[in-house]
């Protein structure tokens, strides 16, 4: 069964840092590219940063570029989002996602992130 | 950016057939993906590549895209198809990952 499961969401003060993590299973990880995708609760999706199968291209959204960073280690089956800058528009629940083609085979969950004073 | 447009909600009854559009740029020459979401759930790919079936999906979920609107047809309509849907693009131009607004799709 293939599992995508998000950690590490939290409250954090605006201008804090947090680290989110994506533990795949159940699929061959190093096959597929992954992203970070979220959403408001209640409202839409939006894309927040992708990377390719062996880390060696990443891609940002405008409104996380230079703040925000994607990683991955293929020996753990695992996928990162290190943010820093937090901003309370960047509350939301955060989805991994795993892409093949251009589309995405497989989400997780989502983990929620709570920029707050 | 490339912008996808979505009708915020669409109602339809029992046993007849859901349309909902996904209005862009000449999207007809892209490859228009759709995902089902319902409430707490994750999103799950119902159409990929305009017109393809995932394996799982009903048969009662189909796709077409053609000139600057890609619809996502859902017919006999049942209780349990109440969800969010969402198209999706590729645009290199873009994010590149591209999503519509999203539609509430209303079973009455």
């Known amino acids: 069964e293939v599992q995508l499961v998000e950690s590490g969401g939290g409250v954090v003060r605006p201008g804090g840092s947090l680290r989110l993590s994506c533990a795949a299973s159940?699929?061959?990880?190093?096959?597929?590219?992954m992203s970070w995708v979220r959403q408001v609760p209640g409202k839409g999706l939006e894309w927040v940063a992708g990377i390719n199968w062996n880390g060696g291209s990443t891609g940002y959204a405008d409104s996380v570029k230079g703040r925000f960073t994607i990683s991955r280690d293929n020996a753990k089956n695992s996928l990162y989002l290190q943010m820093n800058t937090l901003r309370a528009e960047d509350t939301a629940l955060y989805h991994c996602a795993s892409n093949s083609s251009s589309w995405y085979d497989y989400w997780g969950q989502g983990t929620l992130v709570t920029v707050s004073s | 950016s490339y912008v996808l447009t979505q009708p915020p909600s669409v109602s339809v009854a029992p046993g007849k057939t859901a349309r909902v559009t996904c209005g862009g740029n000449n999207i007809g020459s892209k490859n228009v993906h759709w995902y089902q979401q319902k409430p707490g759930q994750a999103p799950v790919v119902v159409i990929h590549y305009d017109t393809d079936r995932p394996s799982g999906i009903p048969e009662r979920f189909s796709g077409s895209n053609s000139g600057n609107t890609a619809t996502l047809s859902i017919s006999r309509v049942e209780a349990g198809d109440e969800a969010d849907y969402y198209c999706?693009?590729?645009?290199?131009?873009?994010?590149?990952?591209?999503f519509g607004g999203g539609t509430k799709l209303t079973v009455l």
């Open positions: 999706q693009v590729w645009d290199t131009s873009s994010g590149p990952w591209v």
């Open positions: 159940g699929f061959t990880f190093d096959d597929y590219g």
